[in-house]
């Protein structure tokens, strides 16, 4: 079994890939900025050198919509260089080269970035995970009113699913970028937000909103989802009846 050092290994992702790779027999080394013993900001790049030392994989699951995610690729893959690392996982968004979001750009410069890097690498594109949806419709359920972009669908997909996609990949050879991994079905936005009503017993009325902006043209004509790579197994409904079960 290898030894493979996860980014981002305490969060939403990492934390289940770190498990499945565990379980399968890995050595898992878990790298975030509160995380001992490799409590490593990848911004600033201090302590990053022991993290990778002996590390034959990286599964790069660390990003922040906030900014920073190329700096930090560069910390990385400058100290996986040095270290002789053998593969590096990098797991990306479909649409990152179709919607002109900057997190979207700033992940595709990584992607880049990693096809450059002179190592062993592979690369995963999925749509959005069902977290993601479901912050996104209890943000918009605080208002009387929820708010939807009109004319916008998402093909949401089950984290854990991804998780055990990235541990497989992890586990073997260097393979480029592999096919995209999509949701089981796309899904129109007030779709999608009165599946949570129902699922949370809430009930408001749903006002569609059109947007401007190029991101926004770009998603209404899909640009962010993956239709012929429809994967996923998990639905949007299973997700909120485990967050969310029923009473009685």
Not at 20 to 26: E, K, Q, T
Not at 56 to 77: F, K, M, N, W, Y
Not at 85 to 104: E, F, Q, T, W
Not at 105 to 125: D, F, M, N, P
């Amino acid at each position: 079994m290898t030894t493979i050092l996860v980014t981002g290994g305490t969060g939403t992702l990492g934390r289940l890939v770190t498990e499945r790779l565990r379980a399968d027999g890995h050595e898992v080394r878990v790298l975030s900025r509160h995380s001992q013993p490799y409590a490593v900001d990848l911004r600033e790049g201090t302590g990053l050198a022991e993290a990778v030392a002996g590390v034959e994989t990286i599964v790069h699951c660390a990003t922040s919509p906030r900014g920073g995610d190329e700096q930090a690729a560069r910390h990385l893959i400058g100290a996986a260089r040095r270290a002789g690392v053998r593969h590096l996982v990098y797991i990306s968004i479909v649409g990152v080269d179709r919607v002109p979001l900057a997190y979207y750009r700033a992940k595709l410069a990584v992607e880049k970035l990693v096809e450059e890097s002179g190592l062993g690498w592979t690369l995963l594109r999925t749509t959005q995970f069902h977290d993601l949806i479901l912050e996104l419709l209890q943000a918009s359920a605080k208002l009387p009113v929820m708010l939807l972009p009109s004319g916008v669908a998402d093909q949401p997909i089950e984290v854990a699913e991804v998780a055990a996609r990235l541990a497989g990949l992890a586990a073997g050879e260097p393979a480029g970028r592999v096919p995209d991994m999509g949701g089981p079905a796309v899904r129109p936005f007030p779709e999608l937000a009165r599946a949570y009503l129902r699922a949370t017993g809430r009930r408001r009325p749903l006002l569609n909103v059109r947007l401007a902006g190029r991101s926004y043209r770009a998603m209404r004509a899909g640009g962010h989802l993956t239709p012929e790579r429809a994967v996923g197994e998990g639905t949007f409904e299973q997700f909120l009846s485990g967050r969310f079960p029923a009473e009685g």
